[in-house]
């Protein structure tokens, strides 16, 4: 087939499930251990210990790889339909309150399973600064991701019952 079975489309449309709030760091844990580059230190809390309030997830690799960056990174995620304003708030929240870390050597990672249509517009209009650089990534983002870790996206497939017949995870 081409490329991977779970497809940006079916990322949104699981948005709206119960399932996509709890299971969307599990996700991004079995993303970032799939393609991470020498990880260090990864800690994304899923299903019921999601409500915590410390980072959705922070990441320390010895090396960049192109979704997972170099150093350290802190991520925050959300299955709101209003994923812009989401995004605002725990910037804002966070550069306020970056729970010990600096953010001048920190990479700040928003993640939404839904499309956003000019992510580039929304970093210019949040202020940045002080972090090392602030990234978002939305279904499209997910999708190329999970091409490039065949084993997530069979779990993920699996999960959202698109895995076709006669196929065997051997996970």
């Known amino acids: 087939g081409q490329g991977g079975w779970v497809r940006a489309r079916h990322l949104e449309s699981w948005a709206d499930t119960l399932d996509a709030r709890g299971a969307l760091p599990e996700i991004l844990r079995r993303l970032v251990r799939a393609t991470g580059k020498d990880v260090r230190r990864i800690e994304f809390p899923a299903e019921e210990q999601t409500h915590r309030p410390e980072w959705d997830g922070i990441v320390e690799a010895a090396a960049a790889d192109v979704y997972v960056p170099e150093g350290t990174s802190v991520w925050e995620m959300g299955v709101d339909k209003d994923f812009r304003a989401k995004f605002e708030t725990d910037l804002g929240k966070r550069t306020k ?35 090392n650089e602030v990234r978002i990534y939305d279904s499209a983002t997910l999708e190329e991701w999970l091409e490039q870790s065949p084993a997530v996206d069979a779990w993920l497939a699996t999960r959202l019952g698109l895995r076709p017949q006669g196929v065997i995870s051997v996970d």
């Open 97 to 131: 309150s970056p729970l010990g870390l600096d953010p001048a050597k920190t990479t700040f990672v928003f993640v939404t399973p839904r499309k956003w249509q000019k992510p580039e517009r929304a970093k210019k209009n949040a202020s940045v600064a002080p972090w």
